[in-house]
């Protein structure tokens, strides 16, 4: 109660405070013209499906694509070496390079190419290189998960007749998934973000065609109004995202001797 | 029926194995006959758990064989999932798998594994759990149970498969007394029923009461071996003696 009233005050006083400041009509003009947004929003929100789009593409391919490799990476044995190697190479790779690299790389080199049979629509290549990047974050997510599991588990459900790909599917990735589903929801939110980096390529999404309308009018307010769409999506997964984290810490502190040792 | 020229349930030979440049197991060898149990001793970093995980090739042997039922089992040929299936193996931390409910864990091997039909392995597992009282905690995870009932578990989770032979780790050195008594009580049953095995335990009284042989081990080799009487009330090596001396004597009560 008083949490809430003593938030609202702060609300209102800032509001308040920020628009009698001298300069407020101006930016009121410049950032929150209703006319500028209401005229922005069609193309606004074709651009935004387009967002939503590679978002939820993109969002699956590299969560099942992680997964892959975060499992090749678990496979032991010398025969395995050279494909734990290259998972790892490929992870350590695409972690340390800076997203929008990796798009103009795939998006403007590989046309370059001129590869028959490749697709050349920019979408296309700027998901790939979504995907490429969110693969490895995605792999790391959950290599740390299964790497939380215990051995103890391992060597019980093997002792039991499991084979190793049952041993993952039934015994650790259910543990594991259970602990990371913070940090993946993190990752989709950053996903969701990074989507518009695809507009460095010429594809129209929201930013891009926010940036189209405010170059027209030399007014920002499309900017905001894309901004507004974009939290419209990522705050709900933010909240989910710190639910989920306080359930997973809830259910570690009252987990007796369950698992481990 | 078993007959005395049937092979032994588990046949160990010249067991050696080294962690890098350590010597863990000096050429162990024992027999295991239909029904009975070899009880190993020794203080911690013996070689005890590293002897059982061997038996169940959780770890590579570096010299000797192992047989089961009369088949080498240290064969690089042999499938280790199959010789898995018919062991069964319960961990001095239970190991039950907090994810799945009292009557998953016991469902889970025999239905993976075992390929048996949902329904007979539910009929089975419902069994068991009865047995070990456990029938109204079937829907339950793990992390609610006493340590004492998830360690019950855990062997009727190894007994769900039929094993033919029992390997058991120090299973109640995680377990209070009173405690300890139930899970003993259950493994003292299931001796009695037949059931091959092959434990190691700092529970003399116990040990005394249920082993056929006892082997003591002191840095990876047996020192001393023979009958519960023999070892424990004659005991021939100073270390053996100071080992006894050290020990828990009393059993948990439990019946
Ligand atoms: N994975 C391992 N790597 C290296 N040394 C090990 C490993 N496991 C056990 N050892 C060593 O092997 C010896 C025997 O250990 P262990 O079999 O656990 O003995 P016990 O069960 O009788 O206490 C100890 O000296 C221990 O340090
Ligand atoms: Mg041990």
């Known amino acids: ?261 | 029926m078993t007959t005395a020229t049937d092979p032994p349930v588990l046949s160990v030979r010249g067991l050696v194995k080294l962690y890098g440049d350590a010597v863990v197991l000096r050429g162990v060898g024992f027999d295991v006959r239909a029904g009975q149990a070899v009880v190993l001793v020794g203080g911690s970093g013996s070689g005890k758990s590293t002897l059982l995980r061997c038996l169940n090739l959780l770890e590579t042997v570096d010299d000797g064989e192992i047989l089961l039922a009369g088949e080498e089992i240290t064969d690089p040929r042999v499938n280790v999932d199959r010789v898995r299936r018919r062991i069964g193996v319960v961990f001095q931390s239970y190991n039950l798998f907090p994810h799945l409910t009292v009557l998953k864990n016991v469902m889970l091997a025999p239905v993976l594994v075992h390929r048996m039909p949902r329904e007979a392995a539910r009929e089975r597992a419902r069994a068991l759990l009865d047995r070990i009282g456990l029938a109204d905690k079937l829907d339950v995870y793990p992390d609610r149970l006493s340590g004492g009932q998830q360690q019950r578990l855990a062997i009727v989770r190894a007994l769900a498969t039929e094993p033919s032979l029992l390997l058991l780790d120090e299973i109640t050195s995680a377990l209070d007394p009173e405690l300890a008594g139930e899970v003993l009580d259950l493994v003292g049953e299931l001796k009695r029923e037949g059931m091959p095995m092959v434990l190691a335990t700092h529970e003399m009284a116990f040990a005394r009461e249920l082993a056929d042989e006892v082997l003591v081990l002191d840095d990876g080799a047996v020192i001393e071996r023979g009958a519960p009487e023999r070892v424990f009330g004659d005991p021939r090596q100073a270390r053996t003696r100071r080992l006894l001396a050290g020990a828990r004597q009393t059993r948990g009560s439990g019946r």
Not at chain 1, 223 to 239: C, Q, S
Request: with cysteine; charged share 15%; glycine share 8%.
């Open chain 1, 1 to 261: 109660m008083i949490a809430a009233a003593s938030t609202a005050v702060v609300a209102v006083a800032v509001v308040v405070g920020v628009t009698h400041t001298s300069g407020w009509p101006r930016v009121r003009q410049r950032f929150f013209s209703g006319t500028e947004i209401a005229a922005a929003w069609p193309a606004a929100r074709h651009g935004m499906a387009v967002n939503l789009e590679l978002f939820a593409a993109c969002g699956l391919a590299a969560g099942a694509l992680g997964l892959l490799v975060a499992l090749l990476r678990t496979l032991a044995g010398p025969v395995f070496l050279p494909v734990r190697l290259l998972a790892a190479v490929y992870t350590d790779l695409f972690r340390g390079l800076p997203v929008i690299l990796v798009v103009y790389l795939v998006g403007f080199g590989v046309p370059a190419l001129r590869l028959r049979g490749f697709p050349s629509d920019p979408r296309v290549l700027g998901g790939a290189a979504l995907v490429l990047t969110y693969t490895a974050y995605v792999a790391e997510v959950f290599r740390a998960g299964i790497e939380s599991v215990h051995p103890s588990q391992v060597a019980a459900a093997r002792s039991l007749g499991l084979s190793h790909a049952q041993t993952m599917r039934r015994v650790v990735l259910p543990q594991a998934v259970r602990r990371v589903a913070p940090a993946l929801l993190n990752d989709a939110i950053s996903l969701q973000k990074d989507s518009s980096l695809v507009s460095v390529l010429g594809v129209v999404d929201a930013v891009r065609a926010a940036q189209i309308a405010t170059s027209a009018h030399f007014n920002y307010s499309p900017y905001v109004l894309a901004g507004l769409m974009f939290l419209a999506i990522t705050v709900p997964l933010t909240r989910v995202t710190d639910h989920l984290a306080v359930r997973a810490a809830r259910r570690r502190g009252d987990r007796r001797a369950g698992g481990g040792p």
